[in-house]
């Protein structure tokens, strides 16, 4: 009997995914080194102890401690902004879409323990002129992103004069309360209820801007 093989067994990866795959796993040890023990002891050395290869092997990857750091952060901010989860149906009314949002964000982005991983690289990196460079980049690239998806979710919104203002503003408030978990004991699994008050709050306000939007300007006028 003739046993045919399957065209993808035994077929090994190529250079690139297994140099790929590998890069991947430092940068996960990484994250994993600095959210549990702190970003002074993310050297290359301990890099390669935890990752279970040769200080050699890891600067094959990343020739220095600040690339390994750059490269850090565009994971961590590419796995924030490529959710899809953050953007509800414009269709949905305001301020279902708001509650959702501001949910949404909060659980995905703000109240996760990467969130501060991210800001220890910020606040440690601050005399690194090259990462700082790229933080930079980065900070754009993601605002543009934002930008795009919460005035998508909110159209109502689009048009406002002070729109900028008001995205800064909500992703402001959510970073302050995101900020807090520094201060934290343990990362909450969970809103407290001081913080879900807070994410209430802000849901509210978003819908008021948007149901205010979406009146007519005469109608706004006779109002006054």
């Known amino acids: 009997m003739n046993h045919r093989v399957s065209p993808k067994a035994g077929v090994r990866r190529t250079h690139a995914e297994r140099s790929a795959a590998t890069r ?4 996960a040890t990484a994250i994993d080194v600095i959210q549990h023990r702190s970003l ?31 490269n850090v952060l565009s994971e961590l901010i590419e796995s924030t902004v490529r959710s899809g989860e953050l953007w509800p149906s414009p269709a949905q009314p305001a301020r279902e879409r708001a509650a959702k949002f501001v949910q949404a964000v909060w659980s995905l982005v703000y109240a996760q323990p990467r969130f501060i991983v991210a800001w220890n690289i910020y606040l440690g990196c601050r005399n690194q002129p090259e990462v700082l460079g790229h933080i930079a980049e980065l900070r754009q690239s993601v605002q543009a992103r934002m930008h795009e998806g919460f005035f998508g979710a909110f159209p109502e919104l689009a048009a406002e004069p002070d729109r900028d203002g008001l995205l800064g503003l909500v992703l402001s408030s959510l970073r302050g309360l995101g900020l807090l978990q520094l201060f934290a004991p343990a990362p909450p699994t969970v809103p407290d209820a ?5 994410l209430d709050c802000l849901a509210d306000w978003i819908a008021t801007r948007c149901e205010a939007a979406a009146v007519p300007p005469k109608a706004r006028t006779r109002r006054r």
């Open 40 to 70: 002074e002891e993310m050297s290359i050395h301990e890099l390669a102890k935890s990752a279970g290869m040769t200080s050699g092997a890891v600067q094959h990857h990343f020739e220095s401690k600040a690339v390994l750091m750059m």
């Open 24 to 27: 991947q796993h430092l940068i």
């Open 194 to 198: 001081a913080q879900q008050a807070q």
